[in-house]
């Protein structure tokens, strides 16, 4: 799942960071309640896991800001208030389940899966298409026709960027900070290497190539039915 984790603990975060990626998921990060209003509005995630206290905008405000705008992405609030009232509160503004401190993180896992099972199966977009190529964003799965196609996990993920635009052209830059998390140029070949990897797997051997390079712009996936 691509997930955004709002937490301005650095050592939480760090951990949570470092168990959600060994647990197959893609995690985005902010430390602030400003910065996670940010992401949630320039990205499309599964779940937020939002901390209750933060710096700048706290986490009520931040999901309740979001639910006025109509962003429907299940949240789980984290905090060190566990209450009932604590919690209802927190249901009240916008969360969908609330976890108190301490915290198993297997706890926290199953949570979130389950906030993304209960999700409806159109808004949630759990399974990407386009022509006979299917991405299965919850099982981490890649089928072309009635072939698996086993992919890396950042093959994946660029896999997923690309056909969540499918149609349009996607840019280095894009591709960059979205796939890779960084927000320079490397100055590297690490995305030909990727894109020239991935069109191997994904189109060799089918008569219709469905990832693209568009010269000077970027990439792109499409079919042309």
Known sequence: MRILLVEDDRETAAYLLKALKEAG?????????????????????????????????????LVAEARAKGDDTPVLILSALGQVDDRVTGLR??????????????ELLARIEVLARRRKPGEAETVLRVGDLELDRLSHTVRRAATNIPLQPREFRLLEYLMKHAGQVVTRT????NVWDY??????????????????KVDKGFAEPLVHTVRGAGYMVRASQ
């Open 25 to 61: 998921h893609v995690p985005d990060h902010a430390a602030d309640g400003d910065e996670g209003a940010f992401l949630a509005d320039a990205n499309g995630y599964d779940v937020m896991i939002v901390d209750r206290m933060l710096p700048k905008k706290d986490g009520l405000t």
């Open 93 to 106: 503004a916008g969360g969908d389940d609330y976890l108190a401190k301490p915290y198993a993180f297997a």
């Open 174 to 177: 894009m591709l960059l900070e």
């Open 183 to 200: 927000h320079f140029d490397p100055q590297t070949n690490v995305i030909d290497v990727h894109i020239s990897r991935l069109r191997s």
